[in-house]
């Protein structure tokens, strides 16, 4: 069983850490290889940023495959960019706040989670990365939820005061995730 | 031990700070600078010396002077940067001074582009600066392996009184992956080991001139040129018994892909989805690129092997040279390349695979 994921949204979207959280606590927590492998070029502010993580249970060949069994998609142009690496049967996260479910394909799944707008009613814009690592969680199961939260808490740990608003919004991510499993 | 994740350059630098490397001198190029900027924040916990240097001309240099001090010392580039620090390699190598460097390879030539290729094969294997000399070139598929051959490269380094590179990619150095960390070694170690090379190292001679030390990249006298550079001949070729390779799945292969680093790991991966369909793929994966394990390619049944895949992130292809030179003629090789940045996709190593099965 592999898993390729890839996160994609603007600069500053947390994209990074988000792929890095769920890589690292893959490591952490179980025995399963894993791969993060981050874009790296002339990006440019407000361009786009992305991340492959790969999760397997045997050795892990590309850590960025052709193929995508899960895409994350935090903002437009980074469906533009993505959607057709996603396979058919996959599945597509999406920041419905500011991506349009409107996607143009019906052969796979989606998962909406506006984690724009629902940051912004917990206080703080930065954390809308920790929402949709949630959702991902919640959904796919991929990893068992408390070790992704014991990663984040570990990630943190100079920074206790931050701990609630990031617990909660994991929390909620989890639940939204969960709500749409099928 | 306990897993931890870490990005490909960081784990090289840590590797290289745990094999008891106490000076690293570089220089900023993309996509090798986590390896600085993690020696800049290790050394000084440690004890040791990190400098930034105004040039990778002067980097090397620096690194020739700390190794020429008896200190386990390292730089590192990716590709043109290795290119500027080609003459204090090959000082190195004519002194016989023990360094380590490595290249986390871009796309080439000239500044190429920033993002991983395998483009360095020919100057890493034949000719790292002017002058003929050799070294060892290892070069790992995973961050663990990476770690692993950057803690040996020291040790054959100091036996040998030789350069070692570690050849990696841009996609090595970038990626994150477990690795289990090698053991440290101590302040007692690190002293031993520079005392080992008080016969020869600039340690002080404390006014005893019959001890004084006398460090040469070149020689005044053509007989002595000579008779060290048949001395160094004589270490390039006791190299054989240093080869490495793995060999997967070759005893019944029909198709064998040869590749090293990260085409290996995709191509490993095309092995493992060929024969969960059936189809007889084996994967040769030389980890010392020099020396090459010519002698893996002899284990190949060429009675039912239908072609050997040369697959690189090299156009035109640089590795198949070797490669052809272990097949000797005994099957084709065909070739399944990529380049200008690229990174070697899975598809097109199965279809380069399928494309052999069908004749």
Known sequence: ?182 | MARVFMKGCEAIAEAAVRAGCRFFAGYPITPQNEIPEYFSRRMPEVGGVFVQGESEVASVNMVYGAASAGTRSMTSSSSPGIALKSEGISYCASARIPMVYANISRGGPGVGSIQPAQMDYFQATRASGNGGFQMMVLAPSTVQEAVDLTYAAFDYADRDRNPVLLLADGVIGTMMEPVVLPEMKSDAEIAAIKASKQPWACTGHKLDCAHRAWIQPGQWSTAVQQEKNEEAAALYLSWEKDVQAEEYLVEDAEVVIAAYGISARIGKSAVNQLRAQGVRAGLIRPITVHPFPYAAFDHIDYSRCKAVLDVEMSIPAQFVDDVAAAVKDRCPIRTCLCSGGNIMSREAVLAAVKSIMEG
Not at chain 1, 111 to 125: D, Q
Not at chain 1, 132 to 141: A, D, K, N, Q, R
Not at chain 1, 149 to 159: G, P, Q, R, V
């Open chain 1, 1 to 182: 069983m592999e898993t390729n994921l890839c996160v994609a949204g603007f600069g500053g979207q947390g994209v990074m850490t988000l792929g890095k959280f769920l890589a690292d606590a893959t490591c952490n927590s179980t025995d399963k290889k894993v791969t993060f492998f981050p874009s790296y070029g002339a990006e440019q502010r407000g361009g786009t940023a992305n991340c492959f993580v790969v999760i397997s249970d045997d050795d892990i060949g590309a850590p960025l495959g052709d193929v995508m069994d899960d895409l994350i998609v935090m903002n437009g142009p980074s469906m533009n960019k993505f959607l057709h690496t996603l396979k058919p049967g996959g599945t597509l996260f999406i920041n419905s706040s500011i991506v349009s479910g409107q996607i143009g394909r019906t052969d796979v799944k989606l998962v909406k989670a506006p984690v724009t707008e629902l940051a912004l009613e917990m206080g703080s814009a930065k954390v809308l990365n920790v929402i949709m690592l949630g959702v991902y969680v919640g959904y796919t199961e991929v990893i068992a939820p408390d070790v992704v939260w014991e990663t984040i808490e570990h990630k943190l740990a100079s920074k206790p005061k931050l701990l609630p608003l990031n617990k909660q919004a994991f929390e909620k991510g989890l639940e939204l995730g969960r709500a749409q499993r099928g």
